[in-house]
């Protein structure tokens, strides 16, 4: 059993930072995928950003590109996504989740957090 505990949304002004965190259990973490996903009232959810296992694999949606970037501790079973930027269209619940394959389908992702709330205002 895997489980994904997500830290550090909150409110935050637009052209703020934040940076989110990805705590998770289980001796393997390092072996797997892990991405961030996010969803917004109404709207589905959507890719955010992917790592690999190595670190040296990342991937990114275009909306996010150039301002989010993801990172992983393996030492500290923790992956982070450090958010610049910030617009108010990056409100939504941010959820981060496993894969055992290089994916940015949701489908793909097999164990996820719960959650954490990201509110940037105008």
């Known amino acids: 059993q895997v489980h994904l505990v997500e830290s550090g949304g909150g409110l935050v002004q637009a052209g703020g930072s934040l940076r989110l965190s990805c705590a998770a259990s289980?001796?393997?973490?390092?072996?797997?995928?892990v991405g961030w996903f996010r969803q917004a009232p109404g709207k589905e959810r959507e890719f955010v950003a992917a790592?690999?296992?190595?670190?040296?694999?990342?991937y990114y949606g275009d909306s996010v590109k150039g301002r989010f970037t993801i990172s992983r501790d393996n030492a500290k079973n923790t992956v982070y996504l450090q958010m610049n930027s910030l617009k108010p269209e990056d409100t939504a619940v941010y959820y981060c989740?496993?894969?055992?394959?290089?994916?940015?389908?949701?489908?793909?992702?097999?164990?996820w957090g719960q959650g954490t709330q990201v509110t940037v205002s105008q």
């Open positions: 989740a496993r894969s055992t394959t290089a994916s940015v389908r949701i489908d793909e992702y097999d164990y």
């Open positions: 289980g001796r393997t973490f390092s072996w797997y995928t």
């Open positions: 790592i690999g296992w190595s670190a040296g694999i990342t």
